[in-house]
Nanobody, 119 residues
Framework: QVQLVESGGGVVQPGGSLGLSCAAS????????MGWYRQTTGDERQLVAV???????RYADSVKGRFTMSGDKAGNTMYLQMNNLKPEDTAVYYC?????????????WGQGTQVTVSS
């Protein structure tokens, strides 16, 4: 069982920046996949950024050049730095991880943190 706890959400004006953190209960080096998703009311959860086993970070087109995902491979924390935020970035942001357990991929989600971009 892996616990994921997000922090760092809040309210910011358009053009501002916020940083999110995701603390995992295990070393992130033990996780097969890590990423960030976001969801607005009434919509499906959407990928923001993800890092797979090839260590290449993939971003949604809507956040490329503005968001940066990083992680401390020696530790247990993943980050999402969000710059030049837009009102359409308003959503609940979720940390996501996959761990391989006995040849089975097991998904884990954090509880979510609200990000609101508004003037």
């Amino acid at each position: 069982q892996v616990q994921l706890v997000e922090s760092g959400g809040g309210v910011v004006q358009p053009g501002g920046s916020l940083g999110l953190s995701c603390a995992a209960s295990v070393s992130i080096s033990r996780l097969k996949v890590m990423g960030w998703y976001r969801q607005t009311t009434g919509d499906e959860r959407q990928l923001v950024a993800v890092i797979l086993g090839d260590n290449i970070i993939r971003y949604a087109d809507s956040v490329k050049g503005r968001f940066t995902m990083s992680g401390d491979k020696a530790g247990n924390t993943m980050y999402l730095q969000m710059n030049n935020l837009k009102p359409e970035d308003t959503a609940v942001y979720y940390c996501y991880a996959v761990q391989l357990v006995a040849s089975t991929n097991v998904d884990y989600w954090g509880q979510g943190t609200q990000v609101t971009v508004s003037s």
